[in-house]
């Protein structure tokens, strides 16, 4: 028998082995207490992200998105449930996760370049001061901040403030990223371009994922699985796979009909939400 023979042939069916269990949320449930009442902001939420899945939570405001988000960073324990992290439980602030939370959270007193170079530094403790200046330079470059470099957080608008969050969180090539909505402040142009940007470096670093977005159609242009939760307490309503290549083009998705068609089926139910997220609003006034 020649050695070649030995070599067992790929499975034909073209099957992908299993991928390990990256972020999981067993029956979570979150209570918060104010003014001297207990309300359950999060209830009954299971989640199971494997590892380089891209997943999408959409759900009216106050519905517990942020809330998730905040427990799998490990700045947020479950009031009941679990949640876990390569199968260990999340029990103080998760180190692997990149997190770019909704609030910037940029050093007012320091510059664009000094937000992200300290970040840097606090990753690569050995670092240079070339190596520092040549990272620093080619994210500014990714999130198109060229020329902002010097300038102070108060200084700039909105959407550039989100950019360099981004920016800060990139350089430390986590290998989960937690985004609450990284684009909301952006013009629609600029967020085409960074949803495309980022779509490119998730999947060449092959990253996992959980963006929470009120924006459906980048929901569905982006992620592998989209999930909608319900008005609160937060409960999954219901969540679909996205069927879409990889790598996968933004720019051109959103003209196909496959797109459209997922995207109306996901909104007639998300609509629901936001309908009864506004009626409970009303009542609580
Ligand atoms: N630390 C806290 N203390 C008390 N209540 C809180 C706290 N954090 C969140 N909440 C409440 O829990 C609910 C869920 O909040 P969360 O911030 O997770 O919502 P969200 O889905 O991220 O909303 P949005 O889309 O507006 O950002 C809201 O009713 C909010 O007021
Ligand atoms: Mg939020």
Redesign the pocket.
Known sequence: MSHLQLIRPEPATGATPARRRKISLDKVA?D???RGKT?R??DDVTIEVPEMQFLALV????????????MVAGL?APSEGSVTYDGAPVEAANTRVGYMT?KDTLLPWRSVADNIGIAFELRCRKANAAERRERVAEMIDLVGLKGFERHFPAELSGGMRKRAALARMLIYEPETLLL??PFAALDAQLRILMQQELLRLVERRQMTVIL?T?DLEEAVLMADRVMV?TS???RIRTERDIPFERPRNAMELRFRPEFSAIHEELWSELKDEFAASVERERRAQ
């Open positions: 979150v918060f207490t104010t309300f902001a999060v759900g009216p405001s106050g519905c517990g998105k942020s809330t998730v988000l905040n947020l909704q609450d909505e929470v009120h939760f609160g307490p937060g």
